[in-house]
Nanobody
Framework: QVQLVESGGGLVQAGGSLRLSCAASGRTFSTASMGWFRQALGKEREFVTAISWIGGSTYTYYADSVKGRFTISRDNAKNTVYLQMNSLKPEDTAVYFC???????????????????WGQGTQVTVSS
């Protein structure tokens, strides 16, 4: 099992920045992808970004809506994935979930069904 704990959410004005963290514990060696999804009130959960690793290479993937504004990164030593969010917009308001997948292809799949473990979510609210 892998446990994921998100932190860093909060309230920010439009144009501002936030950094989310996702700390993984447990059988982290069994994972090959980590991603962020978000779910706004009344909407379905959607893919935001993901990072996958295989061998010595790392690959990142972004939804078009966040490309150029959000950056995903990973600190192997801390088993932590970060989501740096800049130029935030009111439409970025949602609960953000961290997810971990056992497969390298989870990142490119961009589907929540590809992930095996989920965090509890952290609220991000962007005011206009």
């Amino acid at each position: 099992q892998v446990q994921l704990v998100e932190s860093g959410g909060g309230l920010v004005q439009a144009g501002g920045s936030l950094r989310l963290s996702c700390a993984a514990s447990g059988r982290t060696f069994s994972t090959a992808s980590m991603g962020w999804f978000r779910q706004a009130l009344g909407k379905e959960r959607e893919f935001v970004t993901a990072i996958s690793w295989i061998g010595g290479s790392t690959y990142t993937y972004y939804a078009d809506s966040v490309k150029g504004r959000f950056t995903i990164s990973r600190d192997n030593a801390k088993n932590t994935v970060y989501l740096q969010m800049n130029s935030l917009k009111p439409e970025d308001t949602a609960v953000y979930f961290c997810a971990a997948g056992r497969s390298y292809s989870s990142g490119s799949d961009r589907s929540s069904n590809s992930y095996n473990y989920w965090g509890q979510g952290t609220q991000v609210t962007v005011s206009s």
